[in-house]
């Protein structure tokens, strides 16, 4: 019998190439697509040996084809944090919303299950707390974030349009804070910000007074629960992450004795709508998917460093970072 075809978008993605990794282990064929934006194909070098590893340089805001038969298509190419979105806010909307829908088609002429990335952030600045599914959330839409945010609820909801109208197989994961090796080192994001400027011998910039939380997934955990989330039946929008809270003060200090650095903490505003608090409330993911974390944060965060402690002094020294200033929280 012919091999299973996946088609993984935002392939070369930090979430994206671990589930390339998670497919070809799985025995499937594996096309990767990515416009390389944020995308970087050192994380998916080692699979290009492998016969059953395919990878398109292509934008999948336009039209998308793929020869031959497609069983599942996993839609992960987006701008994740904060800083990308906010460069790229018209990309970010575009592969929210017209990338999904061409990816819907796709799936529809291929007959294929489709699961598509969302977020955590469709709860926007969250009255509820924790989040449970169900929780339609405070979203700014004209904000900074508005764009990431809407394209991901507008996603959702073709998504959804997709299964009632046309009886495709459709998976909505919600993701949460995840962290692990290939995250970019200038992503923007708190756990590659501090890291690096831990290792650049930089104060650690916490913004506001670092009382926001958040709950960090280690990346093995998220592959696992979306991977399980696909195989099921399971329709409707689920949430993965990790509930272990913390706040970014707190964070900050853990990354301090982690690294060992004897640089200090600075604050500096807090980016305009960023959320106050975020923690998933996985109990769907329990019942239906039998999964939890198994990856304490302590260590994890052991695995990422030694990651970023590899990388070469460009990636490290490279200019953009933390370009949030002029996003202050009104
Ligand atoms: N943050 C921070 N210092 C940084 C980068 C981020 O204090 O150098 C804060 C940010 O304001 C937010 C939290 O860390 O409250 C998580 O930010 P991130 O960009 O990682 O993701 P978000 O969860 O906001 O999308």
């Not at 990794?21 to 799985?26: A, H, P, T």
């Not at 002094?313 to 953009?320: A, Q, S």
Request: charged letters at 25%; proline letters at 5%.
């Amino acid at each position: 019998m012919s091999k299973k075809r996946v088609l993984i978008t935002g392939g070369a993605g930090f979430l994206g190439s671990h589930l390339c990794d998670r497919f070809i282990k799985e025995g499937f064929h594996v096309i990767a697509m990515d416009n390389l934006i944020t995308g970087d194909l050192r994380n998916i070098e080692h699979l290009f040996k492998h016969k059953d590893f395919e990878f398109y340089n292509h934008d999948v805001s336009t039209f998308v084809h793929v020869p031959d038969k497609l069983d599942y298509i996993l839609h992960f190419a987006s701008p994740a944090s904060p800083i990308d979105y906010l460069k790229i806010p018209i990309q970010t909307l575009k592969v929210g919303s017209l990338g999904t829908h061409n990816l819907l088609g796709l799936a529809k002429s291929k007959k294929a299950r489709m699961i598509i990335a969302s977020t955590s952030e469709v709860y926007g600045d969250p009255m509820v707390h924790p989040q449970k599914e169900e929780y339609y959330g405070n979203v700014n839409p004209v904000g900074p974030r508005g764009v990431y945010d809407e394209a991901k609820r507008f996603q959702e909801a073709m998504t959804m349009a997709y299964h009632t109208y046309h009886g495709l197989e459709t998976r909505i994961v919600r993701i949460f804070n995840t962290y692990g090796p290939r995250m970019r080192l200038n992503d923007g994001r708190v756990l590659p910000a501090f890291i690096g400027q831990a290792l650049r011998g930089e104060d650690l910039t916490v913004f506001g007074d670092g009382s926001q939380t958040r709950s960090f997934c280690y990346v093995d955990d998220l592959v696992e629960g979306i991977y399980r989330l696909l195989m099921s039946d399971y329709v409707y929008p689920v949430n993965i992450g990790n509930p272990d809270e913390i706040t970014i003060g707190e964070f900050a200090e853990e990354i301090i004795k982690l690294t060992g650095t004897t640089q200090k903490v600075i604050y500096k505003p807090l980016p305009k709508d960023d959320p106050m608090q975020r923690q998933p409330d996985i109990t769907i993911a329990r019942e239906i998917l039998d999964w939890e974390p198994r990856v304490s944060r302590s260590e994890g965060l052991k695995i990422t460093y030694e990651y970023f402690k590899s990388l070469s002094k460009d990636d490290l020294y490279t200019k953009e970072h933390n370009t949030f200033e002029g996003f202050v929280r009104k």
